[in-house]
């Protein structure tokens, strides 16, 4: 259950190797693989040139789902759950050294107002002033649906930040 080391080492090697990619890098996910991207890049600033995700969990120390995941997968102790909460992340970052972030989320999905709160992140983001974006889609909830209709934009983000 090390998805840190697995997303930003083996993974990535195996397919720097098999399709030969020595590139700029980007990072994006859905849901709790959202709450992955957010996490990762911005631990790893310097080597993503963007961040999306769809619909995650963005601070999941101050949520009721991620207290319960936290507790059983980091234990008790609350001063370790930092590094893996992007909220605390961005919150710590310095100014300026994060990589531009685009969020979006279903206005209808069912954990948006509870455990996910994307606000939190972008509240931080607007005071630090850090590049994020969010976007509010009425009418769309945590679906495949919703990540369908909006790829598109996120690819495009991702591009955009990949050519400079």
Do not use: C
Not at 19 to 42: D, Q, R, Y
Not at 51 to 79: C, R
Not at 89 to 112: K, M
């Amino acid at each position: 259950y090390k998805m840190y080391d697995y997303i930003t080492e083996e993974l990535t090697g195996i397919l720097r190797d098999k399709f030969n990619l020595t590139g700029p890098e980007a990072i994006a996910g859905h849901s709790m693989g959202g709450h992955g991207a957010l996490v990762i890049g911005l631990r790893n600033p310097k080597r993503f040139r963007s961040i999306s995700a769809f619909a995650p969990i963005v601070n999941p120390s101050e949520v009721p789902w991620g207290i319960k995941a936290f507790s059983t997968y980091l234990g008790q102790d609350k001063t370790t759950w930092s590094q893996w909460d992007a909220v605390e992340l961005l919150a710590a970052a310095p100014t300026g050294e994060t990589s531009p972030i685009l969020i979006s989320q279903g206005e209808s999905d069912p954990f948006y107002k509870e455990q996910l709160q994307p606000e939190k992140l972008q509240t931080v983001a607007q005071h630090k002033k850090m590049p994020l974006t969010l976007k509010l889609e009425p009418e769309f909830d945590h679906s495949y649906y919703f990540v369908s209709t909006y790829i598109e934009e996120h690819i495009e983000f991702h591009l955009q930040h990949l050519k400079k």
